[in-house]
């Protein structure tokens, strides 16, 4: 705890008065460039893949970077969406997920979460990729059987965010766009899946869709 406290004694004396006039604007109101979605894991720093800085990122984090499909859920994710699309009108929807992922990892061996009754209901949320992987890939081995369920789940939740009405409209309109992407905790590379390729690729300087109406 005391590391935090030094930071924030940090931040306010330094890096605050350093960027004041860009937090006095932010005062002003908000304008992401894209809602990212996130795991809460804490190796994960959007911001700090994204090398993003205050105002950039609308961030929704939790257990397994998961959006349920619309009225599944009673947390806030949908209320998250909702608000980035339609309140703040981001162009961009991002889904991330990561290599050595606790949620999925407790999703392919339950035993991991036994003791978490909440986390279990929570993962019933990701039951079409438990599927997915028991009926496909049931002879990979662990480690790659993980990598590939993190891929898989990212597809899946791009999916489920095209279920919730205020995104299914401006993919319509063609006023938003997509992306399931992975960050490999290992290497610090970021691939992105391409609906032209089948597969995911490392993430170049343009930004790959996976959804967006045409």
């Known amino acids: 705890m005391q590391s935090l406290l030094r930071g924030i ?16 604007r932010l005062v002003e109101g908000q304008s992401p ?9 804490s190796r994960v720093a959007p911001s700090m893949i994204t090398q993003s800085g205050p105002g950039d990122l609308f961030e929704l984090r939790n257990a397994g970077n998961m959006i349920p499909p619309y009225g599944a859920s009673n947390g806030g994710e949908a209320a998250a969406v909702e608000f980035a699309v339609v309140g703040l009108g981001v162009k961009d929807i991002i889904i991330c997920g990561h290599t050595c992922c606790g949620a ?15 986390m279990r209901t929570w993962l019933e949320h990701a039951e079409t990729t438990r599927r997915i992987m028991e ?7 662990d480690t790659a ?11 899946l939740q791009i999916e489920n965010l095209q279920t919730h ?10 006023e938003l766009t997509l992306h399931a992407w992975v960050y490999k905790l290992e290497t610090g590379e970021v691939f992105a899946y391409s609906p032209e390729a089948g597969r995911y690729l490392p993430l170049a300087a343009e930004l790959v869709p996976v959804a967006r109406q045409t």
């Open 145 to 155: 059987r993980r990598n590939i369920a993190v891929q898989e789940h990212a597809l």
């Open 135 to 141: 009926e496909n890939y049931p002879d990979v081995p």
């Open 9 to 24: 004694h940090h931040f306010r004396n330094g890096i605050f008065e350093q960027q004041r006039e860009l937090f006095a």
């Open 104 to 118: 999925i990892g407790g999703l392919l061996d339950p035993t991991t979460v036994e003791k978490m009754p909440l």
């Open 165 to 174: 009405p205020c995104v299914a409209v401006r993919l319509q309109r063609r």
């Open 33 to 41: 460039e894209a809602l990212f979605i996130g795991c809460s894991d």
